[in-house]
Structures are given as C-alpha cells and as structure tokens.
C-alpha cells in the first residue's frame, strides 16, 4: 500500500488558499467538487472562530479508482480495489499565533487502544488493543478519529483525506518538486529509478518515491515522505505557482477532485481557516514524527510500533498548550527490543508500583514477585547466556547493580531500590525512527539520507 498520506498536508494549503488567493466566486467552483464524510456525526464545532488552535487529521488513501487501467500499469499502483485503506496517518496543529503548523507523523502500526464501535457488518467490534491503521478499516473516519484523539489526549477539529490520483496530478500541475539524493534509488516493484543529485521529479516519478518500500525501511521512508512534502510546500507557496493563475489553477483542481473532508469542514470553516494561514511563514512549520521506542513489539504475533510514551506524552502535551515542538530524549540503541526482554520485578518501597509502570510502558515483559524490604540501590541478577537483553535493561537502568546468575534463564530478577528515579530511554537499533523537528523551509540538500 502507498504511503502517500504524508503528502496529504497540502491539501489543506490548497483549501486555504482557495478563498485568500481567488476570493469568494472561485472557492465556490472549487469547493463544489468536494466529497464529503460523515465524521463527528454533527456534534460539537469547530475552533476556527475562536481563532484558538485547530487539528486536522489528514490521512492517505489508497483508493485507485482515480487512476485508468493504463495510468495503473505505468505507475505499478495495482488493481487492489476492495475498499479503502491508510497506512499513513498525520496530524496537522494550526497555532494560534497565526504564524506556524506543526505536522506529526503518527506510524501506521502503532499500538493503541480502538474504541469499541460498530464493524463494517454492522457487528459490535469491543474495545481492543491493535494497530493504529486498523481503526480506518474497522471502522472508517470516524472510529479513526476517535483512536488518534483517544492516544493523543488531543481534540481532533477536522479531518482530510486524499487518494492516488490526487496527488499525482498536484505535483504534475505544479511542474514537478525538487529532491536531493546523495546516492541512486532504485525501487523495481514501485518502479522507481532516479539519479543521485538534486533534481525535479514529475508526478509519476513522485508516487513511486513516496511508494517505494524496500530501499528503506517504513521509519526511513517517513522521513523521506516528509522531506519530500516540505519541498512540495515549497513549490506550492513559491511565486511561480501562487502568480500564476493557470499553475495554481490545476493545482487546485487536481487536489479537490481527490479530497475528501469531514462534514464540518465547509465553505465558512475553509474562509475562516484561509484567514488565519495568510501569515503562515515556511520556517515555522515543522515536522517530526512520534517517538518510538521499538519498531518491532509484537502483539498477539503480529509486529506493532510501541511508542516512547514518556516522550510522546510530551510532545502532544506541547500541541495542547500550543508550544513549539520539543526534540525528542536522546534514547540509547539498544539490540534486543525491551519487548523481547522478560522480567520478574520485586516492586519493593513505594516507588515500586511506578518502575512496574515504567517498565511495562517501555514495553518490557513484567510479572511482579513478592517484595521485600527496599534495598538502597536497585539490583538485577541476569543470567550472562543473555548478554544482550542484560545490555538494554542496563541501558534502560544505568545505576542499578548487576549480578550474574547462572542458570537462571531468561527471566531476570528485579529488585527496585529506593534510588530509583525513573528509566533512561531506549531504543530498539531496527526502529530507525528520526524524531527531529525539522522545518518546512529547511534546504533539502541539508537533510540526512534517505533511511538514515
């Protein structure tokens, strides 16, 4: 499936710049061509008018039914027409200084909590833990809403979603977006083959770049899908499309025949938007993506993304106060995920109960054991046939004592100590994740590679 979501962001721009750009008469021509979605079901409204901040959920499609046979053959998109999917899911924080956006990227195999809601069958789907992605198959728009409000703490005020053919046809009318690359990519099944060196990329070109699955892995292709929407906000915002009528004109029409927004999201509700993204400056829209902590828990056989929730508890905490982005903690790589690692914890003192919660939200396998007395420094006995899984305990905590225990298999034995004071963050080495706050008008040849 592609990952074409990321690029979904532009969308919104093109909205905006519907009625700040071609005034009252011409967003009506283009708003007409809009698809709607029944989201929040008419309750609530939305920020707009308060001028306060607003999220959008934007969310990639891998809807075909754009796309002729012969367009499919050329750009290796498949026949898969059995309904919707996304494997890609961003959100999009409008500040209320007026001056800046924020854009998460949010994996699409994340693990949280879906919210019980009515299956497609119209049968009653419990609340169950599982992929972030499956909520829009199980559920559509709605239920995928209500899983990213549920594990962000945030209130979700619109929803955008775009398919293939869409953005194809935005980056063709605006005479293709530029990428750098320091080495070749060569991609057979996404047919991509491109140059290294900076250059400009048509729309066929573009999907196979944004689709492309195996020359990196899913958190190198994010970064690269990012990287690659900036340039395109740059494209879109520069003089050669925003003076030139006929330019910004197929723009337009190429992103709302392939968009589809909530009921909310309305000719008043884009006016009022457009108002508040006029001053938007490209240097202070940034983006990044969740913090992860391993790129390879596996739930109930299946491999899912474990969040760094300490980490991404902070940065959603900085979108609800509507605060610049904060880089992420520095997390150690470690070899062996926490998810791989089991432990056998003595919760003794009363900061015991807080290091299980810890430990299990890091994602390590925990059972509790009868605690005694609190020694004063936290100990674990490992045993050394597991020098690797002792490594990321270790590096998760650095002042605890360790102790070889032969024999003891793989289950090590947790004392908690009354010194202990939290965990140091950790990463599996197979997650690639790169959660740095980037700008939107950073040079593209000032980004890491591809994978990086």
């Known amino acids: 499936m592609s990952r074409i979501g990321r690029i979904a962001v532009v969308v919104v721009s093109a909205l905006l710049l519907t009625v700040s750009v071609t005034g009252w008469a011409a967003s009506e021509r283009y708003l007409s ?27 990639g499609s891998d809807d075909r039914s ?55 069958d119209g049968e009653a789907v419990p609340e169950h833990e599982g992929k972030i992605n499956s909520a829009f ?71 196979a770049y944004v689709r492309a699955r195996y020359i990196d892995n899913d958190f190198g292709r994010s970064g690269r899908q990012q990287r690659f929407m900036a340039a395109m906000l740059q494209k879109v915002f520069s003089a050669g499309t925003l003076l030139n009528p006929v330019a910004l004109n197929s723009f337009l029409d190429a992103a709302i025949g392939s968009v589809t927004t909530d009921e909310r999201l309305t000719r008043d509700a884009i006016a009022a938007l457009a108002g508040r993204a006029g001053d938007v400056d490209l240097k202070n829209v940034a983006f990044t993506t969740v913090p992860v902590s391993d790129g390879n828990y596996l739930h109930e056989g299946e491999s899912t993304v474990l969040w760094n929730q300490e980490a991404a508890d902070a940065l959603f905490a900085a979108l609800a106060d509507d605060q610049p982005l904060p880089e992420p903690p520095k997390a150690a790589a470690v070899d062996v995920a926490p998810g791989e690692v089991t432990l056998a914890v003595a919760p003794a003192g009363p900061q015991g109960d807080q290091a299980v919660t810890d430990l299990q939200t890091a994602g390590y396998q925990v059972t509790t054991t009868e605690a005694g007395t609190a020694p004063a420094v936290t100990t674990v006995e490992y045993d050394p046939e597991y ?66």
């Open 33 to 59: 061509g809009l698809s709607t979605v029944d989201v929040f079901g008419g309750l609530g409204g939305s920020s707009v008018w308060t001028g306060g901040p607003t999220n959008v959920l934007v969310v």
């Open 66 to 120: 754009g796309l002729s046979g012969h367009e499919r053959r050329r750009l290796n998109a498949g026949y898969d027409d059995y309904g919707r999917h996304t494997d890609t899911i961003l959100l999009v924080h409008l500040g209320s200084d007026l001056g800046g956006a924020s854009i998460i990227s949010i994996p699409r195999d994340s693990l949280v909590t879906i919210p019980a809601h009515t299956g497609p």
């Open 137 to 207: 198959s199980s559920g559509g728009p709605a239920v995928t809403v209500d899983t990213v409000e549920q594990a962000t703490g945030l209130t979700v005020d619109h929803y955008v979603e775009i398919d293939f053919a869409g953005f194809l046809r935005m980056v063709d009318a605006v005479g293709g977006v530029d990428v750098c690359l320091p080495t070749p990519l060569q991609d057979e099944l996404s047919g991509l083959d491109l140059p290294a060196g900076r250059q400009t990329i048509s729309g066929p070109q573009a999907l």
């Open 387 to 452: 020098p690797k899984s002792a490594a990321t305990l270790r590096a998760s905590l650095p002042n605890a004592q360790f102790t070889e225990a032969p024999g003891l298999g793989a289950t090590f034995a947790v004392t908690v100590g009354s010194d202990y004071a939290g965990l140091a963050p950790v990463r599996s080495v197979n997650t690639g994740v790169d959660s740095t706050v980037r700008s939107a008008k950073d040079d593209i040849c000032d980004a890491p590679a591809p994978g990086s």
